[in-house]
Each structure stands twice: as C-alpha cells, then as structure tokens.
C-alpha cells in the first residue's frame, strides 16, 4: 500500500486569511447584485408595456374629462386593487384624445379634476392644472404626465406600463 503524506498543519494565521478573503468577496457579491440589477433593469423591463383597452369611444364626450382605470400589465400575484391604474381621460375632438396620470408632478398625490373651474387640483400642496395638462399654479414643476394613447375600432387604447417621470421612451 501506498503512504499518503500528510497535509501540513493550517495555521491559524492562514485560516483567518482565507476566511477574510471570503467574507470579502460575499460581501463584494452581494453589494454588486443590485447595482448590476439597477443598470440591467430598463433592458428587462422593455417588454412590460402593452396596448389596454380604456372603452368605447362613445364612453368619452367632447370637451369632457372623464376618470378611467385599466389594469396594469406589471402585475404580481399580491398586487390586488394597487394594479388598477386610474387615469384622467379628455376628449377634444374626433379621435383626439389626451390621457394624463392621476399623480401631481410635485409628490405624486392624486388630482382632481373641477370641472366648474375647468382645472385639476392637487389637494397635498395646492398644485393646479389647466385643462391641457399644463402647470397653472403651486409647487409642480411641469405638466401632467401624458400616456400615449391610439384609437382602434371605434374603442380608446393606452399604452399601460408607461411610468409617469420626466425620462423620455428609449
């Protein structure tokens, strides 16, 4: 039978080492996931947009702004009522549309819509619209948020799974 030659003794110098030098690189790993998820996520998130049907056209008059909600295409299992995704609907003529986030640019608060004053408000900070989505008045630095929209078949579709932030559509 062949003699095995013993391993040589681990020193406790060299064991704590190889044991910093792991912790080292868990901890490397684990600060790195999500930084590379951060800069990966717009290239996984691209296909998360999806054409929702918003109603008949007849659902929206001219000169009228109406509350709409679609279901949003990003949706967990736990998501429930929170994937319902209301949205401000006004119709200005034929097949001209504009449809706006519910969300103040200031904090994103919910607005409302006066249709006595022909303005939406925002009750968290008194931010005002005009009727075209633009900034009136209060802290808001811009308009509403605009999702795009298309008319098919005599029926009104939103692009879903737009967020409302400054960021143009790559």
């Not at 299992?77 to 640019?105: H, K, M, Y």
């Not at 200031?106 to 968290?124: I, K, Q, Y």
Request: proline letters at 10%; charged letters at 15%; one cysteine or more.
């Amino acid at each position: 039978m062949a003699e095995t030659t013993p391993l040589p003794p681990v020193s406790r110098r060299g064991f704590l080492f190889a044991l910093g030098l792991a912790l080292n690189a868990l901890g490397a790993a684990l600060l790195a996931l999500p930084v590379v998820s951060y800069v990966l996520g717009p290239l996984r998130r691209r296909g998360d947009q999806a054409w929702i049907r918003l109603g008949p056209l007849e659902q929206f008059p001219e000169n009228q702004t109406r509350l709409a909600t679609y279901r949003n295409p990003i949706v967990q299992a736990w998501d429930g009522e929170t994937a319902n995704v209301p949205c401000w609907v006004r119709r200005l003529s034929g097949d001209t549309f504009q449809v706006f986030a519910i969300n103040c640019a200031h904090l994103g608060c919910p607005v409302r819509w006066f249709p006595e004053s022909g303005l939406f408000m925002c009750p968290c900070h008194g931010g005002v619209y005009y009727t075209d989505g633009s900034r009136a008045s209060g802290p808001p630095p811009r308009g509403l948020f605009e999702y795009s929209y298309k008319v098919e078949g005599g029926q009104l579709w939103v692009l879903g799974g737009e967020l409302p932030t400054l960021s143009e559509p790559a």
